[in-house]
């Protein structure tokens, strides 16, 4: 499948951020942030490789007009 393939690739959506009361304040192992730091860091990657599939296309697309 090639980059100007019509698929739906939609923009990932970054996690929602917890709330500072969302944290028990009891050192749980994860705490809730960590599993959001880590949610937000696949998401920054799965961005990243979004960005550069949705450049290909644009490339693509102004190449083919």
């Not at 994860?30 to 296309?57: G, I, K, S």
Request: hydrophobic letters at 35%.
């Amino acid at each position: 499948m090639s980059v100007t393939d019509d698929v739906f690739d939609p923009m990932p959506e970054a996690p929602e951020a917890p709330t500072d009361d969302m944290c028990c304040g009891s050192g749980c192992d994860p705490c809730m942030w960590d599993t959001y730091n880590a949610a937000v860091q696949v998401y920054r990657q799965q961005l990243a490789d979004w960005q550069v599939r949705e450049a290909a296309r644009q490339a693509a697309a102004r190449a083919g007009h």
